[in-house]
C-alpha cells in the first residue's frame, strides 16, 4: 500500500499524559498536513511542512501540541499533558505539486480519546 | 475569515433519487474550491477541484458546479455506495500555501 500511513489508529489515554502520533506520507510528496476533526465538523488545520519545514501553525495549535518532520520524510505530532478537550481524528495528509495543493491524499487517522 | 457552510447537514434519498448539495464560501479571493468523500472512519478522499465561476466537472454519478458565491455537487440516480459525507473546502489566494477551510459536511445516506 502507498498511500498515507498513521499510527496508531486508536489511542486510549488518561487527562494529563502525553500523546505521539506518526505520520508516514505518500513517498516524495513534499508536502505535509496535519488536520483535527470532531464528531460532525469538518477538518480544521493545524500545520503543515514543505520538506523539514514547518511553515504554517494554526492559532487551534497551543503550546501543548509539537510537530517535527525530521529529514522531510515521516512527521509526529506531540500531545503533551493530554486534555478531554484534544479526544478528536487526527488526520495527516500530503501533496506532491506546489501548484495544485488543494488534492490532499489523506491518511485513515488517528482516534484520541482522553479520558 | 474564510468560511464555508453546507446545507443540507444530513440528506436521504432513494436509490435512484437525484438531488443537489449546497456548499456556500466566502474567501478573500478564491484560488481553488475542492470537493471530498469521507466515509465512516476514514480520511476525506479528493474528488474535484474548481477555479472559477462556471467551471464543472464530473465524475461518475456527480457533478460539481460553481458559481461566484457557492458550489453545487449534482447527484444523479444515486446509488447505496454513493453513502457517505461530503466536505467542500476553499482555498484563498496568497503569495505563500494556504490550507484548506473546510465546511462541516454534508452525511448522505442513499437507502435501497
Known amino acids: 500500500d502507498t498511500g498515507v500511513s498513521q499510527n496508531p489508529r486508536h489511542k486510549i489515554t488518561k487527562r494529563g499524559q502525553n500523546v505521539t502520533f506518526r505520520c508516514d506520507p505518500i513517498s516524495e510528496h513534499n508536502r505535509l498536513y496535519w488536520y483535527r476533526q470532531t464528531l460532525g465538523q469538518g477538518p480544521e488545520f493545524l500545520t503543515y511542512f514543505q520538506n523539514e519545514a514547518q511553515l504554517e501553525k494554526s492559532r487551534l495549535l497551543s503550546d501543548r501540541f509539537s510537530a517535527e518532520r525530521p529529514k522531510g520524510s515521516f512527521s509526529t505530532l506531540e500531545i503533551q499533558r493530554t486534555e478531554q478537550g484534544d479526544s478528536a481524528m487526527y488526520l495527516c495528509a500530503s501533496s506532491p505539486r506546489a501548484e495544485n495543493t488543494g488534492e490532499l491524499f489523506f491518511g485513515e487517522g488517528s482516534r484520541l480519546t482522553v479520558l | 475569515e474564510d468560511q464555508v457552510t453546507q446545507s443540507p447537514e444530513a440528506l436521504r434519498l432513494q436509490e435512484g433519487e437525484s438531488s443537489s448539495l449546497n456548499c456556500s464560501y466566502t474567501v478573500s479571493g478564491l484560488r481553488g474550491l475542492f470537493w471530498y468523500r469521507q466515509d465512516p472512519g476514514k480520511g476525506p478522499e479528493f474528488l474535484f477541484t474548481l477555479y472559477s465561476a462556471g467551471e464543472e466537472k464530473e465524475k461518475e454519478r456527480l457533478k460539481a458546479t460553481l458559481t461566484k458565491k457557492e458550489s453545487f455537487l449534482h447527484i444523479t440516480a444515486p446509488k447505496p455506495e454513493d453513502s457517505a459525507t461530503y466536505l467542500c473546502?476553499?482555498?484563498?489566494?496568497?503569495?505563500?500555501?494556504?490550507?484548506?477551510?473546510f465546511g462541516k459536511g454534508t452525511r448522505l445516506s442513499v437507502i435501497a
Open positions: 473546502a476553499v482555498q484563498a489566494w496568497t503569495s505563500g500555501n494556504t490550507p484548506l477551510v
